[in-house]
T-cell receptor, first 116, second 115 residues
Framework: AQKITQTQPGMFVQEKEAVTLDCTYD???????LFWYKQPSSGEMIFLIY??????QNATEGRYSLNFQKARKSANLVISASQLGDSAMYFC?????????????FGSGTKLNVKP | DVKVTQSSRYLVKRTGEKVFLECVQD?????MFWYRQDPGLGLRLIYF???????EKGDIPEGYSVSREKKERFSLILESASTNQTSMYLC??????????????FGEGSWLTVV
């Protein structure tokens, strides 16, 4: 089974509007972490936001927020007030495994295009 | 700032060649990873090293091996390159202590073409 599922291969959003990128995950661990990364066309991977499995509040970082629904095993990224520079691939990732023995799994990504 | 450096940005190799992809990180991270990235498939974990001389297979280890003789260096080896190994390869590292939220840091990627 896929550890991370991103069902939206591509999305369009109008500049200044909000957009939600979907992510569901699969784990039997009680302790895990969820991450979102941005990959512009230049190729580098940029860390955006993190949510721990025990965190009760949804994580926020500037215009990014993570809508964490533990029972549904979903960790959607919300970008508010989209900007042209937000056009990129976005990857959801999960860290699982005890202590030092952490593996990171990634989804297939969502390509976001912001229209002027 | 953490720096993860991959030795080659673009490589073209012939089928059957032995290929080495080198990765060095400068932050004393215990964990290091090799992924390959293909369109529509995202990043898939090839191998993971949680410390020096320690390695674990990821989801797609077939056709690859790794070496971690020093903490800062993690090498990916294609023993006999094949055309289906044409891909972008990403190295990453992570500090294992200090918190579950420690992100992984990526290198710039190595584009490998096998002809």
């Amino acid at each position: 089974a896929q550890k991370i599922t991103q069902t939206q291969p591509g999305m369009f959003v109008q500049e200044k509007e909000a957009v939600t990128l979907d992510c569901t995950y699969d784990t039997s661990d009680q302790s895990y972490g969820l991450f979102w990364y941005k990959q512009p066309s230049s190729g580098e991977m940029i860390f955006l936001i993190y949510q721990g499995s025990y965190d009760e509040q949804n994580a926020t970082e500037g215009r990014y927020s993570l809508n964490f629904q533990k029972a549904r095993k979903s960790a959607n990224l919300v970008i508010s007030a989209s900007q042209l520079g937000d056009s990129a691939m976005y990857f959801c990732a999960m860290r699982e495994g005890p202590g030092n023995f952490n593996k990171f799994y990634f989804g297939s990504g969502t390509k976001l295009n912001v229209k002027p | 700032d953490v720096k993860v450096t991959q030795s080659s940005r673009y490589l073209v190799k012939r089928t059957g060649e032995k290929v080495f992809l080198e990765c060095v990180q400068d932050m004393d991270h215990e964990n290091m990873f090799w992924y390959r990235q293909d369109p529509g498939l995202g990043l898939r974990l090839i191998y993971f090293s949680y410390d020096v001389k320690m390695k674990e297979k990821g989801d797609i280890p077939e056709g690859y091996s790794v070496s971690r003789e020093k903490k800062e260096r993690f090498s990916l080896i294609l023993e006999s390159a094949s055309t289906n190994q044409t891909s972008m390869y990403l190295c990453a590292s992570r500090l294992s202590t200090g918190g579950f939220g420690n992100t992984i840091y990526f290198g710039e990627g190595s584009w490998l073409t096998v002809v």
